[in-house]
T-cell receptor
Framework: GAVVSQHPSRVICKSGTSVKIECRSL??????MFWYRQFPKQSLMLMAT?????????EQGVEKDKFLINHASLTLSTLTVTSAHPEDSSFYIC?????????????FGPGTRLTVT | AQSVTQLGSHVSVSEGALVLLRCNYS??????LFWYVQYPNQGLQLLLK??????LVKGINGFEAEFKKSETSFHLTKPSAHMSDAAEYFC??????????????FGQGTILTVHP
């Protein structure tokens, strides 16, 4: 149980375009989802916390107008990278917290490799 | 505020040897601690977690970790390394309260190489 999927697994887009990444909890409801980015050979950095039905909370230094997060249902959160630039190329990973399970357990998706050309 | 320091960005062991990956944390409130493993181009898989119960925690794949409050450490060990253990390992801390409620803070990661 507690499986999280991401789509797409890889995406290449041109500079200036937008790309949407989906994060789904397949067998549980997730009131809270998290979005991370990971640069090569680096650790995961939390970008934002997404709560179902409310606005996302962004970490300091993350542009909320550039990284649009929508958490419209208890099983789906989306991250849209708007006007992508090559420096946005990264590995984006989402995680989800099981509703009612407590604050400490997060289940991670397999990640999405974004390349902006 | 919370932080995690993993000592050693690369650890190399022989197959069958002891694996020891070091993690020290800093937290203003009692922490929850985790070890995750990441294989290339994949997400994170939870190895084990400490959530204020037993200080010696056993996880999957033969790994275990011991929470030592006096040393603010949560080192990961495995008695005998297997080739399939080669991956990157991340230590993470989360708090049950305070401004960092529920957020995971990761260490920089340790790449484990296992030699035949």
């Amino acid at each position: 149980g507690a499986v999280v999927s991401q789509h797409p697994s890889r995406v290449i887009c041109k500079s200036g375009t937008s790309v949407k990444i989906e994060c789904r909890s397949l067998d549980f409801q997730a009131t809270t989802m998290f979005w991370y980015r990971q640069f090569p050979k680096q650790s995961l950095m939390l970008m934002a916390t997404s709560n179902e039905g409310s606005k996302a909370t962004y970490e300091q230094g993350v542009e909320k107008d550039k990284f649009l997060i929508n958490h419209a249902s208890l099983t789906l959160s989306t991250l849209t990278v708007t006007s992508a630039h090559p420096e946005d190329s990264s590995f984006y990973i989402c995680s989800a917290r099981v509703a009612g399970q407590g604050a400490y357990e997060q289940y991670f998706g397999p990640g999405t490799r974004l390349t902006v050309t | 505020a919370q932080s995690v320091t993993q000592l050693g960005s690369h650890v190399s062991v022989s197959e069958g040897a002891l694996v020891l990956l070091r993690c020290n944390y800093s937290s203003s409130v009692p922490p929850y601690l985790f070890w995750y493993v990441q294989y290339p181009n994949q997400g994170l898989q939870l190895l084990l977690k400490y959530t204020s119960a037993a200080t010696l925690v056993k996880g999957i794949n033969g790994f275990e970790a011991e929470f030592k409050k006096s040393e603010t450490s949560f080192h990961l060990t495995k008695p005998s390394a297997h080739m399939s253990d080669a991956a990157e390992y991340f230590c993470a801390v989360s708090n049950a309260g305070g401004t960092s409620y529920g957020k995971l803070t990761f260490g920089q990661g340790t790449i484990l190489t296992v030699h035949p």
